[in-house]
Each structure stands twice: as structure tokens, then as C-alpha cells.
């Protein structure tokens, strides 16, 4: 902002940010879906912006409140901004590596962990775990050297291509303009339980890894 300070913003589970005049039945409480209502501020928009210039205004809602609204101050930082690993897009295989080398836990379980690489959520650790032919459950001191370097590739695959088409609509997200991504029409495992592995055509298998739900093919990934 002019002043220096940083308004910090994560969308949590089911936040959306988007513009006033956004149209989409995904901004409408289920009730509303049905009929040609457009968006009006309801009790689960929690930040209203106003710009100066008189432009659109912008909008923060969130239906069950995981996301978060933050003002830093200039100069100042933010516990959870310092606790975060390299950026997900900038990471390579050797940050992976590093931290998968001595640790037991599954490697889907680190490759969730922001605190090693940040911004690979579940739908890309999925997708990226399929691309580099590993399976989730794979302990992590039992990743090689190179299937990091794939995994790490793979999940810059996956979230650049997502950023190219918009992002993944599944429940809640909305672009600014309030239109759908559709990243959600390209997934290989994510959500694929029962269909054909795009590679093999062996039915995905879903399980649970700490709590996440994961997709993955009993065939292809190892």
C-alpha cells in the first residue's frame, strides 16, 4: 500500500476474493442459486474495499471462516510469512531432498508441509505424486534423489498450468471476475476414485494420509 504496510489475505478452505459485479452461483447462499439474483454483501463477507479512484469495489467472503485478513505494518513481518519455505515455483529437487532424507513420514505428508516448500496444497501434491510415478504413502527417506527432482518438477507443472487456466472450482473458488478455473477438467487422480488411470487404465485408489484425502494409481505410482 502507499503507506508500505502489506494487507495479507489467504482464502482458507472456502474464501473467495472477486470484484464487485462478479456473477456466479458460487457467490449465492444455496437458497439464492435458483432464481437470477446477482451478488449482494451478506453476512459472510467479512472485508469490503474501497479504492479512492472510485473503481469497483473488492470483496472477502468467507462461509466457514478458515480464511485470514491481515495488516502488516511497513517494515514489519508476520509469524506465519517467516515461518514458510521457498516458494513452491522457485523450489528445486535439492530443497526436497534435503528435507526428505532423514524423515519417515509419508512423502505426501511433506510435500504438504508449507514450512518445507510453500504453496503445494492437495490437489497438486496428487497430481504431482502421479507425474513423478511415486506414491503418496512412500515413506520419505525412501524418495530418491531424482524422483524429488520429478516431484518438485511436476508440482511446477501442475501449478503453472492451473495459474494458466484459472485455478481449480470444485465447491467455493471464484476468479476476481467471479468466473470458474478449469484446472478441475485436467486432473489426472485428484478426485478421480474409480475411473481409469489416464496411463494404465487401472481404477484410482483413494485413501487417507493425515487426514487428507489421497488419489493416486496402485500401478503406475511406486
Not at 73 to 78: N, Q, T
Not at 128 to 135: D, I
Not at 179 to 182: P, Q
Given at each position: 500500500?502507499?503507506?508500505g504496510?502489506t494487507?495479507l489475505?489467504?482464502l482458507g478452505?472456502?474464501?473467495?476474493?472477486?470484484?464487485?459485479?462478479?456473477?456466479s452461483?458460487?457467490?449465492?447462499?444455496?437458497?439464492?442459486r435458483g432464481g437470477?439474483?446477482?451478488?449482494?454483501p451478506?453476512?459472510?463477507?467479512?472485508?469490503q474495499l474501497?479504492?479512492?479512484?472510485?473503481?469497483?469495489?473488492v470483496?472477502?467472503?468467507?462461509?466457514?471462516?478458515?480464511?485470514?485478513?491481515l495488516?502488516?505494518?511497513?517494515?514489519?513481518?508476520?509469524?506465519?510469512l517467516d515461518?514458510?519455505g521457498?516458494?513452491?515455483?522457485?523450489?528445486?529437487?535439492?530443497?526436497?531432498?534435503?528435507?526428505?532424507?532423514?524423515r519417515?513420514?509419508?512423502i505426501?505428508?511433506l510435500?504438504?508441509?508449507?514450512g518445507?516448500?510453500?504453496?503445494?496444497g492437495?490437489i497438486?501434491?496428487?497430481?504431482?505424486?502421479?507425474?513423478?510415478?511415486?506414491?503418496?504413502?512412500?515413506?520419505?527417506n525412501?524418495?530418491?534423489?531424482?524422483e524429488c527432482?520429478?516431484?518438485?518438477?511436476?508440482?511446477?507443472?501442475?501449478m503453472?498450468?492451473?495459474?494458466?487456466?484459472?485455478?481449480?472450482?470444485i465447491?467455493?473458488y471464484?476468479?476476481?471476475?467471479g468466473?470458474?478455473?478449469?484446472y478441475q477438467?485436467?486432473?489426472?487422480?485428484?478426485?478421480?476414485?474409480?475411473?481409469?488411470?489416464?496411463?494404465?487404465r487401472?481404477?484410482?485408489?483413494?485413501?487417507?494420509?493425515?487426514?487428507?484425502g489421497?488419489c493416486?494409481?496402485?500401478h503406475?505410482q511406486?
Open positions: 500500500m502507499d503507506s504496510a494487507l489475505l489467504h478452505m472456502t474464501g473467495q476474493l472477486f470484484g464487485e459485479g462478479a456473477t452461483k458460487r457467490l449465492l447462499r444455496a437458497a439464492e437470477n439474483a446477482g451478488f449482494s451478506d453476512l459472510h463477507t467479512h472485508l474501497e479504492f479512492e479512484d472510485g473503481g469497483p469495489r470483496f472477502f467472503r468467507d462461509v466457514r471462516k478458515f480464511g485470514k485478513v495488516l502488516v505494518g511497513a517494515g514489519k513481518s508476520d509469524a506465519r515461518k514458510l521457498i516458494d513452491a515455483l522457485k523450489a528445486e529437487g535439492e530443497h526436497l531432498w534435503e528435507a526428505a532424507r532423514a519417515k513420514i509419508p505426501k505428508t510435500l504438504l508441509d508449507q518445507v516448500i510453500a504453496g503445494i492437495n497438486y501434491a496428487d497430481e504431482a505424486l502421479f507425474l513423478a510415478e511415486v506414491r503418496p504413502t512412500r515413506p520419505s525412501k524418495v530418491t534423489r531424482q527432482i520429478a516431484l518438485v518438477a511436476g508440482a511446477q507443472q501442475v503453472r498450468r492451473s495459474i494458466q487456466t484459472g485455478g481449480s472450482s465447491s467455493d471464484v476468479n476476481p471476475d468466473s470458474d478455473g478449469g477438467n485436467e486432473r489426472r487422480v485428484y478426485g478421480r476414485e474409480g475411473e481409469p488411470c489416464p496411463s494404465c487401472s481404477p484410482i485408489v483413494r485413501i487417507v494420509i493425515a487426514t487428507r489421497s493416486y494409481c496402485p503406475c511406486r
